[in-house]
């Protein structure tokens, strides 16, 4: 399972707690439980110029050879060089860019 979908799940259920302990505490029957949208992640990003290859595997949720290999094309001025070097396919760019950055630390090729 996805630390999204946990910590989605656990927000849901301590929100579900929290209004069913209010509401027993007026003396009024709890609410039934609905669905809801899942809550957005606040992960910080992940510096592909920095990160260990297992730190790139485990957050980005990608194998072990492909965060080798962003390591191996390092550093990068942009998260975008990932795609315009070849470094990932167009679909793996549009699953991480949002999870990636590209911190600057000394001279960039």
């Known amino acids: 399972m996805h630390i999204r979908t946990i ?8 929100l579900l707690l929290g209004a069913a302990a209010a509401v027993a505490a007026e003396g009024k029957p709890a609410p039934k439980p609905t669905l ?27 194998p072990e050879d492909l965060a080798a290999k962003i390591i191996a094309g390092r550093p ?7 795609l315009t070097r ?5 679909d793996v760019y549009a699953q991480i860019k949002d999870k990636v950055i590209a911190k600057q630390s000394g001279p960039v090729r």
């Open 7 to 14: 910590r989605a799940s656990l927000a849901t259920a301590i």
């Open 36 to 62: 809801s949208a899942p809550v957005k992640s606040k992960l910080k990003p992940v510096d592909i110029n920095s990160a260990a290859k297992n730190e790139l595997g485990f957050m980005l949720h990608i």
């Open 76 to 82: 990068y001025r942009t998260k975008a060089q990932l």
């Open 86 to 90: 070849g470094i990932v396919s167009a």
